[in-house]
């Protein structure tokens, strides 16, 4: 069973202090893949510093060399991965970036370029800004051939571009929702990876203030029940002492568990 960790909204507005407060008992021990955001805007947002609430312009990556260097030295060790977080992050008037920006294929192309000859790495692997993605966003990253991964995308076949694979995906998560004794509006990550013509899907739990323990480890005994594999996605801007013991205790259960194998969410990917 693989597990991973993902952590979302690095950018410009990062301060490496912050990263490292968080995850220098954690990167050690499971790599963390971080989801950045190549030219973030300034906006009122909780995870911009309130100087920039005002600015309305996008931020370049590069433009925080410091954390760049960090980045380049947590990558070049193991201990991070680089993920693509949308290409700004802002919202739009009809919904969040990658359900409303109007040319959501170069923001891909684009960002996942310049993160790359920046970083001197691979990326390999999407997230969409508030796990929010519209059928064009989806049919947009098919297109770039980048993995997903989000939270809670929906399978139904009328929210998603037609491919071959649509519909044996989607039975196979009802199929799955039915052997867990669920009715359609329960909450439900689904434990596998689900392959499409050009990319692959995997959904995340997610470490926000509120989440317990004990659903954590629900969550990662049932994946592991059903021979699946877990990831868990938080925010480190909003990781206190709370959010971060619960983190821990849920990585020394997991550690605690036969078979068990924390990899970089890359990784989850992987045939085998
Ligand atoms: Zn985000």
Avoid at 165 to 186: E, F, H, I, K, M
Wanted: hydrophobic share 40%; net charge neutral.
């Amino acid at each position: 069973m693989k597990v991973a960790l993902r952590d979302d909204d690095t950018s410009y507005f990062t301060d490496p202090a912050r990263l490292d407060a968080v995850y220098h008992d954690v990167w050690n021990r499971v790599p963390v893949c971080l989801a950045v955001v190549p030219h973030a805007m300034g906006f009122a947002d909780k995870a911009i510093p309130e100087k920039y609430w005002q600015s309305h312009r996008a931020y370049p990556l590069e433009e925080n060399p410091a954390l760049v260097a960090h980045l380049k030295a947590l990558t070049a060790s193991g201990k991070v991965t680089i993920a693509q977080h949308g290409f700004t992050h802002e919202d739009f008037a009809d919904g969040h970036e990658f359900q409303a920006a109007p040319d959501l294929e170069s923001r891909l192309a684009r960002g996942q370029a310049y993160l790359e000859h920046l970083m001197g790495t691979k990326v390999r692997v999407f997230v969409p800004p508030h796990n929010a993605l519209s059928k064009r966003g989806l049919r947009a990253i098919s297109a770039s051939g980048l993995n997903l991964l989000g939270s809670f995308l929906s399978f139904r076949p009328s929210m998603r571009p037609w491919e071959p694979q649509t519909l044996g995906n989607w039975w196979r998560v009802r199929a799955y929702r039915a052997s867990t004794q669920r009715a359609r509006g329960d909450r439900m990550i689904y434990p596998h990876v689900l392959r499409y013509r050009h990319h692959a899907e995997f959904g995340c739990h997610t470490l926000i203030p509120g989440t317990t323990l004990d659903e954590l480890v629900r969550g990662f005994e049932e994946a592991r029940r059903a021979g699946g594999h877990f990831c868990l996605a938080t925010h480190y801007w909003e990781v206190d002492a709370e959010l971060k013991d619960i983190l821990i205790r849920f990585l020394d259960h997991a550690a605690g568990t036969p078979g068990v194998q924390f990899v970089a969410a890359e990784r989850l990917f992987d045939a085998h």
